[in-house]
């Protein structure tokens, strides 16, 4: 059995409208890295909000470990909060994301809501603020950061959460070849530690040596 299941999706912003997401269906198996291309507005950014939860199909079926996603499911607290402590989700915009007065507490987040013990948020933190070069900004406020580094906390507070799946809207977008090297370099530790990995780029060569498989997205379907 695969990790995740979709089965036969259907989704639509709108009923008016044809449906973003087509008879979709797609297996991923753990420990693997998915690389996710397509076009401009074919549905990337939805694929991966349903897949984390944000949106619900009208049809078909979402299943994580055989157990299956569904809206209600979400709604109990101890199930979201396992659910989410699961799966890890970069948003293609950081500035959705970020809502702390200071990076520290932005990192920091994931591992409060938690509850983990206060010495293990601090251990948490600062791992993942030194792992993306984000020390000397601890204090500085998300807001005023600049889009690079925006993307650095927002990828620190996802890796402080540890989660087995990661799924990362454009990781690269926006990002100097440093940081780029320092993201790459993190996704082969993760990979390496067993974890999934989904992702959409439009720069296909960055992540071809990590990536199992080349997924397409187009006209509402996966295509290969
Ligand atoms: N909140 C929304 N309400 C209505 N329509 C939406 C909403 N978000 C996205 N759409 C529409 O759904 C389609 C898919 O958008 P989506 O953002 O998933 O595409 P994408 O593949 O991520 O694009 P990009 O490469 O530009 O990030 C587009 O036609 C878009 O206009
Ligand atoms: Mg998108």
């Known amino acids: ?5 979709l089965e036969n999706i259907i989704f639509s912003y709108n009923p008016e409208e044809p449906p973003v997401l087509k008879d979709l269906s797609l297996d991923v198996e753990k420990g693997t890295c998915q690389m996710l291309l397509g076009d401009n507005g074919c ?9 984390n939860g944000l949106l619900f199909a009208q049809s078909g079926a979402y299943r994580l470990d055989g157990q299956e996603i ?3 499911g979400l709604d109990d607290n101890r199930q979201s909060k396992r659910f989410h402590q699961r799966m890890g989700y970069l948003f293609q915009n950081p500035d959705v994301m970020l809502f702390n007065a200071r990076v520290y507490d932005e990192v920091a987040f994931g591992p409060r809501q938690m509850g983990f013990a206060d010495a293990e948020i601090e251990r948490r933190t600062e791992d993942c603020l030194g792992l993306f070069d984000l020390t000397e900004l ?4 998300p807001y005023h950061l600049s889009t690079g580094q925006k993307k650095r906390v927002a990828l620190a507070a996802v890796a402080a959460l540890n989660p087995e799946i990661l799924v990362l809207d454009e990781p690269f977008a926006g ?6 090297d320092r993201v790459l370099a993190f996704l082969t530790e993760w990979k390496k530690a067993g974890k999934t990995i989904l992702l959409s780029t439009h720069e296909r060569e960055m ?3 990590l990536t199992d498989r080349v997924l397409v997205l187009s006209e509402g379907r996966i295509t290969s």
């Not at 059995?1 to 299941?5: G, V, W």
């Not at 990002?175 to 780029?180: A, F, K, R």
Request: hydrophobic share 40%; charged share 30%; net charge positive.
């Open 1 to 5: 059995m695969a990790m995740i299941e």
């Open 43 to 51: 549905g990337k950014t939805t694929l991966f909000r349903l897949l």
């Open 70 to 72: 569904t809206r209600r």
């Open 138 to 141: 601890r204090d500085k406020a």
């Open 175 to 180: 990002l100097d070849g440093t940081t780029v």
């Open 207 to 209: 992540t071809a040596s």
